[in-house]
Each structure stands twice: as structure tokens, then as C-alpha cells.
T-cell receptor, first 112, second 111 residues
Framework: DVKVTQSSRYLVKRTGEKVFLECVQDMDHENMFWYRQDPGLGLRLIYFSYDVKMKEKGDIPEGYSVSREKKERFSLILESASTNQTSMYLC???????????FGSGTRLTVV | KQEVTQIPAALSVPEGENLVLNCSFTDSAIYNLQWFRQDPGKGLTSLLLIQSSQREQTSGRLNASLDKSSGRSTLYIAASQPGDSATYLCAVLDSSYKLIFGSGTRLLVRP
């Protein structure tokens, strides 16, 4: 089975800190995605990448950036964390955008 | 802009009951529709994927249907069990290859 691993289940960070959320997949998938999930708003796409070194903005990229130096790793960066970035962050990957998506277990980030 | 709606937001049923979860979408230009399950505090698990050319897909006690022209999908769960308790999310892959999610239906199956 494809595994998508998010390095932290829970994180607490202070306002203004630079935060790195790591995601690693083990099945050579080209396509990787970062979502955030908030009550009443569902999952919203932050950034995605269809190839190494390639990154595209999703629907809510403000305040975030990403890095994809290697195919298996896709990192989400909060340049200066703010309280409105408190959320559940979910990483996903897929071999083919038309196929099944595999999600990680999520990182619940609290910014205080 | 594609919007995905799931009704009801929450559902409580006794064990053994057959149930239907509903999903509707506003733009019929989709590549596929997927149903996911999410347990509290966890990530999403893919349940079923229906391509736009298909009408339904089945996996065990789950059956998902798709009526693209009317913008509707249903997830049918037969003989529900307490272990089915979770949030069920539907998502459509839109014409720009983005997966657009509904807000989910929270299901509780009572023993």
C-alpha cells in the first residue's frame, strides 16, 4: 500500500514563527498536494506539485509556500505563523491526477 | 465555480440499517467523483472512485452511484455497523484537475 507520512501529528507554534510541515510518500508518485481542513469549510487546496521543482498555487496560498526538492518529499512552509493558520493540515499524493488519492494522517497545528 | 454539497450534515442510525448519503455538485464538467472516509482526528481513506463515464461502483457493503447530468451522487451503505461511524466526504475532480470537497456527513451507527 502507498504510504503518505506526515512527520508530526500535533504541533504548537508561536505567532511569527517559521513553520515547516513535512510530507513524504513512498510510491514514486509525481503528484502531491497540501490541504487545510477547517470546520464548516471542508478541505481547501493550498498548493500542489505535479513534478519535482514544480509547484502551483491552489485556492488559498496566501501566507504559505512549498518546497519539492525530491519527488518523495513535499514540504509546506508557513513563513510567519498567524493564529488564523491554526488548522488541520493534510498532505496527499497520487500517481495519476485522474486516479485515487492517498492522504496522510494529518498534522493538527495550533498557533498561539 | 464548482461547489459540492453534502446532505445531511449528520446522521444517526441504529445498527443494521441501510442508509444513503447524498452529494451534489454544481458543474457537471468533472473527470470523476470520489468518496472518502475520515475517522476523528485522522486523515482520509479512499472508499470508491467513479469515473465520469460510469454510473456506479461497488466495494463490499458500499455502493456509490453517479448521475453527472443532474450533479448528484449517492453512497449506499448496507447493513450498517458501529465501525462504520465516521465522517464521509465526497469530492469531484473538476475540469482543472482539482479535487473539490464537500463538507462531509458525520455518521453515527448506534449499537
Amino acid at each position: 500500500d502507498v504510504k503518505v507520512t506526515q512527520s508530526s501529528r500535533y504541533l504548537v507554534k508561536r505567532t511569527g514563527e517559521k513553520v515547516f510541515l513535512e510530507c513524504v510518500q513512498d510510491m514514486d508518485h509525481e503528484n502531491m498536494f497540501w490541504y487545510r481542513q477547517d470546520p464548516g469549510l471542508g478541505l481547501r487546496l493550498i498548493y500542489f506539485s505535479y513534478d519535482v521543482k514544480m509547484k502551483e498555487k491552489g485556492d488559498i496560498p496566501e501566507g504559505y509556500s512549498v518546497s519539492r526538492e525530491k519527488k518523495e518529499r513535499f514540504s509546506l512552509i508557513l513563513e510567519s505563523a498567524s493564529t488564523n493558520q491554526t488548522s488541520m493540515y493534510l498532505c496527499a499524493s497520487t500517481l495519476n491526477p485522474l486516479g485515487l488519492y492517498t492522504f496522510g494522517s494529518g498534522t493538527r497545528l495550533t498557533v498561539v | 465555480k464548482q461547489e459540492v454539497t453534502q446532505i445531511p450534515a449528520a446522521l444517526s442510525v441504529p445498527e443494521g440499517e441501510n442508509l444513503v448519503l447524498n452529494c451534489s455538485f454544481t458543474d457537471s464538467a468533472i473527470y470523476n467523483l470520489q468518496w472518502f472516509r475520515q475517522d476523528p482526528g485522522k486523515g482520509l481513506t479512499s472508499l470508491l472512485l467513479i469515473q465520469s463515464s460510469q454510473r456506479e461502483q461497488t466495494s463490499g457493503r458500499l455502493n456509490a452511484s453517479l448521475d453527472k447530468s443532474s450533479g448528484r451522487s449517492t453512497l449506499y451503505i448496507a447493513a450498517s455497523q458501529p465501525g462504520d461511524s465516521a465522517t464521509y466526504l465526497c469530492a469531484v475532480l473538476d475540469s482543472s484537475y482539482k479535487l473539490i470537497f464537500g463538507s462531509g456527513t458525520r455518521l453515527l451507527v448506534r449499537p
